[in-house]
C-alpha cells in the first residue's frame, strides 16, 4: 500500500441497508476509501481475513489506517466516521442524545425486522404464514412510527444526521417489503428529499452499480 493510500479507509461491503450505510456516509464526508467487495452469497464473510476484525461475520466493516481502528457494526462506524469528522452527528447535548435514540430505533426495530420481512415475505414466501404476517404488520407499524415522528420535521432529528443515514437505505427496499410509500406521505417526502442527494445515489451504488429506487 503506498504513502496515498495508507490514508485512506477500507471499506468491506456488499449491496445491503447496512452495507450502503457507510458507503453513503463516507460519500457525505468525502472521505477516500477503498472499496472491498464481501460477496455473502459466496460466502466471503467467512474468510479468516475478514473474521479477523469482523468476527460476527457480518458485512459492512472499515479499516481505518490513518488511526489503526477496525471496526465492525454499521452504527458503530457511522458514529465513529462522524465524531472523527465531526459532522452529522452532534457532539454533546439533547441534540445529541436525541440522534442516539433515533439511532438505536434503527439499529434495534427498522434492520431487524425489516430484515426479517425480506426473508419471509420477499424470499420465502408461503413457507411461514404467520411469520409472514407478523412481520409485514411491524414494517407497517414502523413505517408509521416514522411517518408520525416526521409531522413537521425533514429529516429525523431535524437536521440531517447519521440517524437519516442508517434509515434511509431500509426504506429503499420498500419493494422487498411490498410496502406502498405513497400510504405513509411525509414518509416518502423524507425518502425522496434523501435519495436526491448526489452523495446518497453514489453511496447506494456501492458496490454494485444500481441506481436507488424512486416511487411513483
Not at 39 to 66: L, R
Not at 91 to 100: A, H, K, L, R, S
Not at 119 to 145: D, I
Not at 166 to 182: G, H, V
Request: proline share 7%; with cysteine.
Amino acid at each position: 500500500m503506498n504513502s496515498e493510500n495508507a490514508k485512506n479507509i477500507d471499506l468491506y461491503t456488499w449491496a445491503t441497508p447496512n452495507g450502503r450505510k457507510v458507503s453513503i456516509m463516507l460519500e457525505e464526508l468525502g472521505l477516500k476509501y477503498n472499496v472491498i467487495p464481501i460477496d455473502i452469497t459466496k460466502g466471503d464473510q467467512q474468510s479468516p481475513e475478514f473474521v479477523s476484525f469482523s468476527p460476527n461475520n457480518k458485512i459492512p466493516a472499515i479499516v481505518d489506517h490513518e488511526s489503526g481502528i477496525k471496526m465492525m457494526e454499521s452504527g458503530a462506524i457511522l458514529m465513529y466516521l462522524a465524531q472523527k469528522t465531526g459532522r452529522l452527528m452532534s457532539p454533546t447535548g439533547n441534540q445529541f442524545w436525541d440522534e442516539m435514540q433515533w439511532l438505536m430505533f434503527q439499529m434495534g426495530h427498522i434492520g431487524p425486522m425489516l430484515g426479517q420481512t425480506h426473508h419471509f415475505v420477499k424470499f420465502n414466501p408461503g413457507k411461514a404464514p404467520y411469520a409472514e404476517e407478523r412481520y409485514k404488520n411491524e414494517t407497517q407499524r414502523l413505517y408509521n412510527v416514522l411517518d408520525n415522528r416526521l409531522r413537521g420535521r425533514k429529516f429525523i432529528c431535524n437536521d440531517y444526521s447519521i440517524v437519516d443515514i442508517a434509515t434511509w437505505p431500509w426504506i429503499s427496499r420498500y419493494e422487498f417489503q411490498k410496502m406502498d410509500l405513497n400510504n405513509y406521505p411525509r414518509l416518502k417526502d423524507w425518502y425522496m428529499r434523501i435519495a436526491l442527494r448526489p452523495a446518497v445515489q453514489k453511496g447506494y451504488a456501492v458496490p454494485q452499480d444500481v441506481p436507488v429506487p424512486l416511487p411513483e
